[in-house]
């Protein structure tokens, strides 16, 4: 598997350079050396212009249903949902609970129960300090002054040398482990529009939502990884938030699952719980 370098600014990914094809989530000091040059410039739009759309049609084309998954934040004021995460190739089985609320007083509350060991992780997001807590201990992060506004322009690019480059979206409540799902960029990264491996099946009902259904085949990298040669997205129609990923290998066995038990947007009662508050 070839190498993959990230580009960071403030300590925070946010362009990812994918070289083989495999995209992956990390953090890099600012002076890391393994940099890549000729990385495009990111601007962004004010935060202040970003606020919460008022909710669409049922999206049906691919341009549509992409946008908003890399922009989801922008389509819903606030969510609180369940998710079931099994990883078979790393055997992974968790629980999350979420409770998110975006927009000028964005905040947000994930707790993660790993349903082998019971052991729970728990990460959250007052409006200025992300605190995660776990079994090892407690430990803060001020992320204060960092922008959070919609990147402009193309969303993927290329280098100089022709490697593709992803420009990713900060969640501007700092979701952490719940952000794959409430803001799945990653997964519209999945949708190569140049080997159109991918294709809208439809639509479907999904825990009383319009669902998006798109199916595709992966990369040959992704597969390896993956230990799976196809997926299937199930995307909230009016949000782009991720109700449920299946991926399964040649055989049609399913070998990763990711979905969405229970789910409510826009309740006014959700609020994040603060964890710095607690011991």
Not at 17 to 30: E, K, P, R
């Amino acid at each position: 598997m070839k190498k993959k370098l990230i580009y960071s600014v403030s300590g925070i990914a946010l362009v990812t350079v994918a070289i083989g094809g495999t995209v992956f989530a990390a953090q890099l000091n600012d002076k890391s050396e393994e940099q890549p040059v000729g990385l495009p410039h990111v601007s962004y739009e004010s935060p202040t212009t970003t606020a919460q759309n008022e909710p669409a049609a049922v999206v049906a084309t691919q341009a549509t249903i992409q946008e908003k998954m890399l922009n989801s934040v922008d389509y819903f004021k606030s969510v609180q949902a369940t998710y079931r995460t099994v990883l078979k190739p790393i055997g992974v089985d968790e629980t999350m609970n979420l409770q998110i609320v975006e927009g000028a007083n964005a905040s947000s509350y994930v707790k993660i129960t790993d349903n082998k060991t019971n052991a729970v992780q728990e990460n959250s997001f007052n409006g200025a300090i992300i605190t995660t807590k776990d079994a090892k201990g407690k430990n803060s992060k001020n992320v204060a002054g960092t922008n959070v506004g919609k990147p402009k322009g193309e969303r993927k690019t290329k280098t100089a040398k022709g490697e593709a480059v992803f420009i990713n979206r900060i969640d501007p409540s700092f979701s952490g482990p719940a952000q794959d799902v409430i803001l799945p960029q990653s997964y519209a990264f999945w949708l190569n529009d140049d080997t159109k491996n991918y294709k809208i099946e439809g639509e479907e009902s999904f825990l009383g939502r319009t669902a998006t259904v798109i199916s595709g085949t992966h990369d040959k990298d992704m597969a390896i990884k993956h230990d799976a040669t196809h997926f299937t997205l199930w995307v909230d129609s009016e949000t782009g938030v991720l109700l449920k990923l299946s991926e399964t290998n040649d055989k049609g066995e399913e070998t990763n699952r990711i979905e969405a038990t229970t789910i409510e947007f826009n309740n006014s009662s959700i609020k994040a719980k603060d964890l710095s508050a607690t011991n």
